[in-house]
């Protein structure tokens, strides 16, 4: 449909730096395959620690979760929207732990680089995780 509304306005003169988009996707093309060893362990499931609105929780989530599915699972009221890696409503500090992003429409190289994440795109790949809601203003 995108490219239905830019051909008319094309169509009509308008020029190509007017016309914007705006993407929404909910799946995971970029998806990286995980290691065999990883694969391997996905069942097991590894010790999760979520804090939000001031709160510390404590659980085991499932190695092919992402960190907000797991949140959600454990009864949290995390924050998100599009389930896509592009508003940054689920954004959250990672403090403990490795997680790999599979898509980051949102947040800012610096952000990244200082541990913040989009919990709707993240996956484990640590034997523990620890993020915090909160420290990303929530
Ligand atoms: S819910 Fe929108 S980026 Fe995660």
């Known amino acids: 449909m ?5 051909q008319s ?9 007017k016309i914007r988009f705006e993407l929404f996707d909910s799946g995971q093309p970029g998806r990286a395959k995980q290691p065999a ?16 609105g001031g709160g510390t929780r404590n659980f085991v989530m499932k190695r092919d979760s992402s960190l907000l599915a797991a949140a959600l699972d ?7 929207a599009c389930r896509a890696g592009v508003c940054s409503t ?8 490795e997680v790999e992003m599979v898509a980051n429409h949102a947040l800012e190289d610096y952000e990244v680089e200082a541990g913040y994440v989009l919990t709707c795109q993240c996956y484990p790949v640590s034997d523990k995780v620890v993020w915090d809601y909160d420290q990303a203003g929530h």
Do not use: F, W
């Open 90 to 97: 689920c954004k959250a500090k990672v403090l403990d732990g």
């Open 37 to 52: 060893s990883i694969s391997d362990q996905v069942n097991k499931g590894i010790p999760a620690q979520v804090t939000l």
């Open 2 to 6: 995108m490219r239905v509304v830019e």
């Open 74 to 80: 454990n009864a949290l009221d995390a924050p998100y």
């Open 9 to 17: 306005l094309k169509d009509h003169n308008q020029s190509d730096d």
